[in-house]
């Protein structure tokens, strides 16, 4: 199973701010859409909270919660109601080994910056939104700079049509191979 993260980011890894996303870009959110549709995405509490309207259409949404009974006690699921597609893990190995065990060939972590931590030693390739505005109040950052020896290689790059920031690919670099074994 490939495991991948995406992320948008501002040029200081700024990937929130308040609890949200600071910045508003049809074009990242189309390319969001389009890379993860289909694939189980898996994403901390607060990610999920943070949707206005529930768990993302046309994916296994797998949300990591430590609170115990989340799910049940939760007002907002309760609000919307029993998905199929909607999964509460208490680890992020418990989730990958939900995708695993559903045959999944590929998966996206899509946040928070915990979440992200916690999957880069798994991950395969990181898709990443460089968005060129930077954000004044931002509190979350994105684990890494992937522009430092982090052990990531650029694999691909390709500007937004609306000149707001460029679409980028990382791989593992060379020697940077061995991750954890997951035990599925």
Request: overall charge positive.
């Given at each position: 199973?490939?495991?991948?993260?995406?992320?948008?980011?501002?040029?200081?890894?700024?990937?929130?701010?308040?609890?949200?996303?600071?910045?508003?870009?049809?074009?990242d959110l189309?390319?969001?859409?389009?890379?993860?549709?289909?694939?189980?995405?898996?994403?901390?509490?607060?990610?999920?909270?943070?949707?206005?309207?529930?768990?993302?259409?046309?994916?296994?949404?797998?949300?990591?919660s430590s609170?115990?009974?989340?799910?049940?006690?939760?007002?907002?699921?309760?609000?919307?109601?029993?998905?199929?597609?909607?999964?509460?893990?208490?680890?992020?190995?418990?989730?990958?080994?939900?995708?695993?065990?559903?045959?999944?060939?590929?998966?996206?972590?899509?946040?928070?910056?915990?979440?992200?931590?916690?999957?880069?030693?798994?991950?395969?390739?990181?898709?990443?939104?460089?968005?060129?505005?930077?954000?004044?109040?931002?509190?979350?950052?994105?684990?890494?700079?992937?522009?430092?020896?982090?052990?990531?290689?650029?694999?691909?790059?390709?500007?937004?049509?609306?000149?707001?920031?460029?679409?980028?690919?990382?791989?593992?670099?060379?020697?940077?191979?061995?991750?954890?074994?997951?035990?599925?």
């Open positions: 199973m490939k495991i991948n993260i995406i992320v948008a980011m501002d040029p200081n890894r700024c990937i929130g701010a308040n609890g949200k996303i600071p910045w508003i870009c049809q074009e189309t390319h969001f859409r389009n890379t993860t549709l289909f694939h189980p995405i898996i994403m901390g509490r607060k990610t999920f909270e943070s949707f206005k309207y529930g768990p993302l259409d046309k994916r296994h949404n797998l949300v990591l609170r115990r009974f989340w799910e049940l006690s939760n007002p907002y699921l309760s609000h919307v109601g029993a998905h199929a597609n909607l999964d509460v893990c208490s680890s992020l190995l418990e989730a990958f080994a939900k995708c695993y065990h559903r045959h999944e060939l590929e998966v996206f972590v899509i946040g928070g910056a915990q979440v992200y931590e916690a999957a880069l030693p798994y991950t395969d390739k990181i898709y990443v939104t460089r968005i060129t505005q930077c954000v004044e109040n931002g509190d979350t950052f994105f684990p890494i700079d992937l522009g430092m020896r982090t052990g990531w290689v650029r694999d691909s790059s390709v500007k937004m049509e609306w000149g707001s920031g460029k679409f980028e690919t990382y791989v593992r670099a060379e020697g940077n191979e061995v991750r954890p074994y997951i035990h599925c």
